[in-house]
């Protein structure tokens, strides 16, 4: 069986979406603003052409709950992105403009943080989608999910772990990662539109899963939409998260490093500097 792709897997062509060339789209979001009543706290900044919504985590859970409950024929997309994300998107041809065109983007991790620092915005939550999503599932009993993404062991423990952990959401089906027809990409769009889920979750890895969500966001019959990266491999248990001191120091990518090195070291230790040298470029306005 072929391997999934992960966040450091080379480029291919986006499964299941050749078929079907999407028509021009405007680079611009639907500003979360136009969907949401906006708080006075609430604020954006841009860090390298990315427009990231930078609120507390209740008002992340909160608003997220709101993009669920509205009347809209397409599903809302939401993001989390990441120095490695980002980074991806300086040089991955027409993936800055599939995170511009996300209803809500969110900052994940010390990168984003320093470079929202260099525009004199101090981030207000470390928003990674493995702390919101749990958030989110904790609360507002009588919602469903849909989870798709990794291997068919890893979803099947992730499904399991999942289903356990947050009885107040209904858990209504699974489907693994391998998506890499247009056949397979239809049978998984009508799975998932016949159950209609308020929630669906997409664990793909960068650029794979914002792709495939901007490609197909017309033909799914979901309320919101998250990409959410290695999250399944977290709640298999696969991949262990760092200690909350760590995490809270803002060092989670040290321990990630440590536990993975070979498949992490060309991000953290390549991709690291050159984020923040684009950052600093970025902050100065070249």
């Known amino acids: 069986m072929s391997q999934l792709p992960t966040y450091d897997a080379p480029l291919e062509p986006l499964p299941g979406t050749a078929?079907?060339?999407?028509p021009p789209q405007p680079t611009e979001p639907?500003?979360?603003?136009?969907?949401?009543?906006?708080?006075?706290?609430?604020?954006?900044?841009?860090?390298?052409?990315?427009?990231?919504?930078?609120?507390?985590?209740?008002?992340?859970?909160e608003m997220l709950h709101?993009?669920?409950?509205?009347?809209?024929?397409?599903?809302?997309?939401?993001?989390f992105v990441n120095a490695h994300?980002?980074?991806?998107s300086a040089r991955v041809p027409g993936y800055r403009d599939v995170l511009r065109r996300a209803t809500i983007v969110f900052g994940d991790g010390t990168g984003v943080r320093w470079a929202a620092r260099m525009k004199g915005v101090r981030l207000r939550a470390n928003l990674c989608g493995t702390d919101l999503l749990p958030a989110l599932l904790d609360t507002t009993p009588g919602r469903r999910f849909?989870?798709?993404?990794?291997d068919e062991a890893t979803i099947q423990r992730a499904a399991a772990n999942a289903e356990m952990q947050f009885p107040n959401w209904t858990l209504l089906g699974y489907h693994h990662g391998y998506v890499k027809s247009e056949s397979?990409?239809?049978?998984?769009?009508?799975?998932i539109n016949a159950i209609r889920p308020d929630l669906l979750l997409v664990g793909m890895g960068n650029p794979i899963q914002e792709q495939w969500l901007d490609a197909n966001r017309h033909r799914l019959n979901a309320r919101l939409c998250m990409a959410v990266g290695g999250l399944f491999d977290f709640w298999a248990g696969t991949v262990s998260r760092a200690p909350r001191w760590i995490r809270g120091l803002g060092y989670e990518w040290v321990w990630r490093l440590m536990m993975?090195?070979?498949q992490k070291a060309q991000r953290y230790l390549i991709g690291n500097p050159l984020f923040l040298a684009r950052a600093v470029r970025d902050a100065r306005g070249q």
């Not at 849909?146 to 990794?150: D, E, H, P, R, V």
């Not at 397979?184 to 799975?191: F, G, K, N, Q, Y």
């Open 30 to 61: 639907p500003p979360v603003e136009r969907l949401l009543t906006p708080r006075d706290e609430d604020r954006r900044v841009r860090v390298l052409g990315v427009d990231i919504t930078d609120v507390s985590m209740p008002r992340a859970v």
């Open 85 to 88: 994300t980002l980074n991806l």
């Open 19 to 22: 078929s079907f060339p999407l």
């Open 260 to 262: 993975q090195p070979r």
């Open 184 to 191: 397979e990409t239809a049978r998984v769009i009508e799975l």
């Open 66 to 79: 709101q993009l669920i409950d509205l009347e809209e024929e397409s599903p809302r997309l939401g993001y």
């Open 146 to 150: 849909f989870m798709l993404g990794a």
